[in-house]
């Protein structure tokens, strides 16, 4: 069944395509085999992570990305992680007919992750359709995450560069960064920048990033809780040179009114002096491997699990110790450790029943 | 060390709390060792989830179901697993000055957890930070998570009882609902209801529970997605009756306007009646085996990645595999398939130095 689909997939045929991406993204049956199988045609793809807050437009930046990378005729995967996506069905947009257009065009595959199960997993399941989509041979692969919880900031270190997404509006911008946004951004993009506060929250991004100097830190407030006043035209041109030195990357600020296209050109060439930033530092190279072991780790990870917890002694003996559980006379650490010295047999070479 | 802390805590200091807390949270050695010894004191508290999109007033509500619950007398301990909550240092409210009354009150203890790193594991984390609450002898236990992504939403599931808070502004909630919340919902709360739409909103979600007929289903947007048009009279007296029957939980929708108060008291009531629900019907029990279902997995799991990967065999063999794996002349599956062939014996029983 794998090797028809195979087939079928490595001559491009879509039906294949979006079979493919299912059988990974639920882990269905046949997905670690699958993936066993693409895996000698990954990483010629450049991974994008598009990720900020609800109503950053992140759909409408990462259309228009597609858009003009069609246009340069790149194919381009997308993956939405978003149950407030537009991707995922979600709120009417009034370029609607824009992304339609977008949606349509055969060189462009659009697939919403934001309908899975709580079953945790999503930073693996993305990075597994990410090769999915890499394999089959797209140029780009566009990753569309809401930057609030946990998971979210997981799936976006599954990307090649990562861009963060803010807008005026959302006034607890830099706390929203503080909460971990910080560490991803490999690019910040201020979206809706036409709108009141724009301009200052370039400003405010730029002089946390030392790219700019204590000129004008009286307008700063001081409740944002980052101490903005730390950053002054001496550090700031030191920490430039320090960092050119060390073949370091310093993120950039970007503007954009993405509903216009206004700033998108820009975003792309700013994207792709990080791929060769990546490529020229090893970085890439790095952030490959890393995603290798993970892979690595996650297989042996769903062996375990379904060696030792899908063996039917497993719960019954569980369930056996339930009742002294429940009295507190055992502690679950210590039942943990009794089901791991009376199990270690199970966690032995495979008989091929769960690949 | 453990045990002067135990000694500590066991006489309700507050510093031993704290600490026990951090330890706990921070996966810290000893952490386990503490929660065992801990073990025999938890499920006496009542663990109560709030979890809303961003702006819904989840900081407010919680604050002022932790001051009624003090002036009836009760203990109170709130976890925040929000980066954007007000308990997490975020922005400015109203409020605050009511927010730091409570806070200072030595009967409410707070601990943010918006800035744990991003290793994942934040609903177990939580989870264990309600047992150490628990075991200290707080009698209620309030969890504020966002519920946006997948981590908040399996935060939600380690609640006795989840209150799902919404507001009319965000336009989206029955899509929101759509995208996990509905599932985790005990009781739905609308906050700002004096605002308008909130009466608008109160009836659809009536609808979708069924608890109100379709006499006015011309008013409701069919573009919301969920078939609201399903619901009528007849079928919503036949599931009432069903439900009450069949001893199930059909969720109220309360009105709130948390800032004045409005509302609190009749969700304390409503929360108690579930209570009730979940003793009487065995929910509360099934719910707490769930959870030392959960912590007996978790602690298998740290000892097996403890003892796999602390290995240093284990890393130096998987970075002699990396050319093979960078080549694509080995897959990750193939290698986890050796490597665990390799480590049964690292699996095997514990010489103390992993708990």
Tied chains: 1, 2.
């Excluded at 909460?179 to 946390?208: Q, S, T």
Aim: glycine share 10%.
């Amino acid at each position: 069944m794998i090797d028809r689909l195979l087939e079928d997939f490595a001559a491009r045929r879509a039906p294949a395509l979006a079979r493919a991406v299912s059988i990974v993204e639920n882990r269905r049956s046949g997905a670690e085999a699958l993936l066993a199988k693409l895996h000698p045609r990954i990483n010629r793809a450049r991974r994008i992570g598009l990720t900020g807050p609800p109503g950053a437009g992140k759909s409408t930046v990462t259309m228009q990305m597609a858009r003009l990378f069609r246009e340069a005729g790149l194919t381009v995967g997308v993956i939405a992680v978003d149950p407030t996506s537009p991707f995922s069905g979600g709120a009417l947009l009034g370029d609607r007919v824009r992304m339609e257009a977008v949606a349509l065009d055969p060189g462009v595959f659009i697939r919403s992750m934001a309908t899975r199960g709580s079953l945790g997993g999503l930073s693996s399941a993305t990075r597994d359709v990410c090769d999915v989509l890499d394999a089959f041979g797209f140029d780009r692969i566009l990753i569309e995450t809401v930057g609030v919880g946990q998971s979210e900031l997981e799936i976006a270190h599954t990307a090649d560069s990562s861009v963060v997404i803010l807008v005026p509006e959302s006034g607890d911008s830099i706390q929203t960064l503080k909460a971990g946004l910080m560490e991803i951004a490999d690019i910040f993009a201020v979206n809706k920048c036409d709108r009141p506060g724009g301009e200052r929250l370039v400003h405010e991004l730029e002089l946390m990033l030392g790219l700019r100097g204590g000129e004008s830190l009286q307008n700063v407030p001081a409740h944002h809780g980052v101490d903005l006043r730390a950053a002054n035209p001496a550090r700031a041109a030191r920490k430039a040179a320090a960092d050119a030195t060390a073949g370091q990357w310093t993120p950039p600020v970007l503007k954009l009114v993405a509903k216009d296209a206004a700033g998108i050109p820009e975003l792309i060439t700013a994207l792709d002096k990080h791929f060769v930033y990546l490529e020229s530092s090893g970085a890439l190279r790095e952030r490959r491997r890393q995603r290798l072991r993970d892979r690595v780790r996650d297989a042996v990870d769903h062996r375990v699990r379904a060696r030792l917890w899908g063996a039917p002694s497993t719960a019954a003996w569980v369930d056996d110790q339930m009742s002294a559980l429940e009295a507190g006379t055992t502690a679950p650490l210590a039942v943990a450790d009794t089901l791991l010295s009376r199990s270690v047999q199970l966690l032995g070479p495979s008989d091929g029943a769960d690949s």
